[in-house]
């Protein structure tokens, strides 16, 4: 027995002394990463001092063009959308960006299934691992899961799956688009294979809310502070049923925040030159869609490009 | 007890060393020790629930001395064997007899529709009830000699290793080991139950649950997907769900051995079968036993006419299927099990030899004809399996693959890659090669250490549920 303990005791620090190795590493290389995605976050948590801010899943990256956010508004702008992410990502985002520079404008993406639904909020995480020492990101892990703290401990869990990427873009230097100031056109042409036309009629069901992204969506409004913060679903080619966003709605009218729903806007749903996939605008739907959400926030928002004419 | 939870790895040192604690010839203290912790592991997850684990108890033990003493044992039998199928009957099958019945009275115009159960299955009641049941059969066929002692009888069925999801041990391995005055502490059994835990784990978190990601991502939208992706997602089924059942039976197996037990071995490399019939003597092997002895034997088996013969074996897979679930999707699959193997024996399959090539040409005759029934055991309709085979079978899509983003592809790759290479050592070379027992203590630990490694780096650690856990 004391041989079998010894030697476990043993194992286990062999095993400490790898992952401590492989952590210093890592840092390095993720600490150096400019291109890819990995670069994008890079600059996200790092650079980003924008005034307009936008965050989101995929749909937040591919229907904001910032480019013409920030020609038509007169105000810097930012794309922080990320794939498969939602409100958890974007309030750790948010929070390392105000460190450098509170923005003016803050929009939040809304999709239901990453912002709204219960599912595992541990994969909206993975972003933020290696962020972990970084000031309030700790307690976003503690809100999650109050086991994630012991896992953080191994620096191998903290770059689960990532590291070969990231030890590929590293040294090889390749260049892979890190979007226009974050933004990330689809310029594929459509694909009619990703439209499901059975999920053409737009079907009511019982929806499973999850409280702790509403807290989160609740510290997020917080977090912005001064700046207008406004909640936006982006076109659906589906259209959607729009009863699943009742608890946003609620937040944003209980806290005076804009929310604004282009789900079943009639100039998008079903039309396909809009769309590359059922909830991906292309660049074409993206333009379209950033235009019209300017003439929102011009009737709205007092903006210098406005106040200087 | 989920294996791959952050819970287990934190629980099961403090379980080893407090059930080492108690001394080898305090042997009742030990099983009241494994006991407790069982019901406690147990009701950790629906409390209520542990009151069914202890009526299936209870009354296959009871049931079990009655039919010791009566005069007509089978009476006390059958009603023994009813009752305790009566809370897997109600909990897993009422929503679906319900609906099936009041489809077919609806056709003759009877609108008679009882309300469905909203209620979860408790887990593992396939498992425990078909362990039970066995211990009564066995009983019953003077197989088993009747136990006595209901401490003993209680941990056999609820002893937590295998409750979530097998293997369904046979009373005769699992009594007499819990009777027996256990050694203190089996050293090299210990390592050996450790070796069977971390492999177990790779099968899980690297493979199973990382090959997840892109099955999930393609079957359930199949209608979005070409014929060429739904057939990748399928072969990648076939092994997420071999390295998930697996992968959750080692670890039972290695949990087991830490603490000085043995269990049932539940797989043998099953996609190295020669046949159908070779592959249900390498998959799930508890389960198959089970239905060997207490369904297939009982029915004639083969000691009847070749028609008795056919049926016996359709009955017997039908009950499989329907073991698996309540849905025709897993009746389906049960049938197309069944019918292959009649027509195996109507062939005379399993004895035609052809040398290496032969081996070869019917491993993959069979690898794709299993991998054809586990797509009416994964979608959730007829209808949706319909689909997936006739996209798959559609030449007019386009000749397409979808490839995840990355990391997912390497590591997909990674996973499938030493699987399939453990596996090949150890059905054609079990000599060769030896990693984790390698007599070189450099090479093994060496072995142990990147195994770990590999883990911590490319697993997936949302602590999914086993696939066979809601059976």
């Given amino acids: ?309 | 007890m989920i294996y791959n939870s952050f819970n287990f790895i934190v629980l099961f040192p403090l379980i080893f060393l407090l059930y080492y604690a108690i001394p080898a010839k305090y042997l009742k203290v030990r099983n009241v020790f494994l006991l407790a912790l069982s019901y406690l592991l147990y009701l950790q997850w629906k409390p209520v629930y542990a009151l069914i684990l202890l009526s299936v108890t209870a009354i296959t033990y009871y049931f079990a001395i009655a039919i010791v003493k009566a005069n007509h044992p089978k009476r006390i039998l059958t009603f023994g064997v009813i009752l305790s199928l009566l809370p897997l009957v109600f909990f897993k099958y009422f929503n679906f007899i319900n609906e099936t019945v009041s489809g077919a009275l609806s056709t003759i115009g009877l609108n008679c529709h009882l309300s469905g159960l909203n209620w979860a299955i408790p887990i593992g009641i396939s498992f425990y009830t078909f362990q039970a049941l066995g211990y009564l059969w066995d009983v019953y066929y003077k197989r088993q000699e009747v136990e006595r002692d209901f401490l003993c009888y209680a941990l056999f069925v609820s002893f937590f290793p295998s409750i979530l999801s097998g293997p369904i041990n046979k009373a005769s391995l699992v009594i007499p080991q819990l009777k027996r005055l256990r050694t203190q502490f089996d050293y090299d059994k210990a390592v050996e139950g450790l070796k069977l835990l971390l492999w177990g784990m790779f099968m899980k978190v690297v493979v199973a649950d990382r090959v997840a990601l892109y099955v999930d991502v393609v079957l359930p939208h199949y209608e979005s997907y070409t014929g060429l992706s739904c057939l990748v997602a399928s072969f990648l089924y076939t092994i997420q769900i071999y390295a998930d059942f697996a992968g959750y039976s080692l670890m039972a197996l290695g949990v087991g051995k830490v603490l000085g037990f043995e269990l049932t071995e539940n797989f043998r490399r099953p996609y190295f079968a020669v046949s159908v019939t070779d592959f249900w003597r390498r998959w799930h092997i508890s389960l198959s036993t089970w239905l060997k002895d207490y369904v297939y034997i009982p029915l004639g088996g083969s000691r009847c006419t070749k028609l008795r013969n056919y049926w016996n074996i359709f009955v017997t897979f039908l009950v499989s299927g329907i073991w698996h679930g309540a849905n025709w999707t897993f009746i389906v699959w049960g049938c197309i099990h069944g019918v292959c193997q009649i027509f195996e024996k109507m062939v005379g399959q399993q004895k035609s030899d052809y040398g290496w090539f032969g081996k070869g040409v019917k491993i993959t005759i069979t690898f794709l004809i299993v991998n054809f029934a586990w797509i009416f055991f994964r979608m959730p309709t007829l209808g949706d399996a319909c689909g997936v085979v006739a996209r798959i079978f559609d030449p007019t899509l386009p000749m397409s693959v979808y490839i995840p983003p990355l990391p997912a592809p390497p590591l997909i790759a990674l996973g499938v890659f030493l699987l399939v290479l453990k596996d090949v050592r150890d059905e054609f070379f079990p000599d060769r090669v030896l990693l984790m027992n390698n007599k070189s203590v450099c090479v093994r630990w060496l072995s142990y250490i990147s195994l770990i490694v590999i883990i911590l780096l490319t697993g997936v650690f949302s602590s999914d549920q086993f696939i066979y856990a809601s059976f």
């Fill in chain 1, 1 to 309: 027995m004391k041989k079998f303990v010894l030697k476990i005791t043993l194992l286990f620090v062999i095993i400490g002394i790898c992952d401590f190795t492989f952590g210093v590493v890592m840092n390095h290389v993720v600490g150096r990463i400019s291109i890819g995605s990995q670069g994008r976050d890079n600059f996200i948590c790092n650079q980003v001092k924008e005034d307009v801010l936008v965050f989101g899943s995929s749909r937040a990256a591919h229907h904001y063009n910032a480019q013409m956010l920030e020609d038509s508004l007169g105000m810097t702008c930012y794309n922080c959308g990320d794939d498969g992410n939602g409100i958890i990502l974007s309030y750790g985002r948010l929070l390392m960006i105000k460190e450098r520079k509170a923005p003016k404008i803050v929009i939040h993406d809304i999709s239901a299934q990453f912002d709204l639904f219960k599912n595992d909020n541990g994969k909206y995480l993975g972003w933020l691992k290696p962020r972990y020492e970084r000031e309030g990101i700790r307690d976003i892990f503690d809100m999650v899961d109050k086991t994630e703290k012991y896992k953080m401990l191994s620096q191998m869990y903290r770059h689960n799956s990532k590291f070969l990427q990231n030890l590929v873009v590293y040294l090889s230097s390749k260049s892979s688009d890190t979007g226009i100031k974050g933004y990330r056109p689809i310029n594929s042409a459509y694909d009619p294979m990703k439209f499901n036309k059975n999920k053409m009629a737009i079907t009511k069901r019982k929806y499973d809310f999850d409280p702790l992204k509403l807290e989160f969506t609740n510290k997020f409004i917080d977090l912005a502070g001064d700046a207008k913060v406004l909640f936006i679903v982006s076109p659906m080619w589906y259209g959607s049923d729009s009863t699943q966003f009742a608890p946003i709605k609620e937040i944003c009218h209980r806290r005076g925040v804009l929310f604004l729903d282009y789900s079943n806007n009639p100039k998008y749903v079903h039309k396909e030159e809009y769309f590359k996939d059922g909830y991906h605008l292309n660049a074409k739907g993206a333009d379209e869609f950033t235009k019209d959400l300017i003439k929102v926030l011009k009737s709205q928002i007092d903006f210098p490009s406005q106040s200087k004419q």
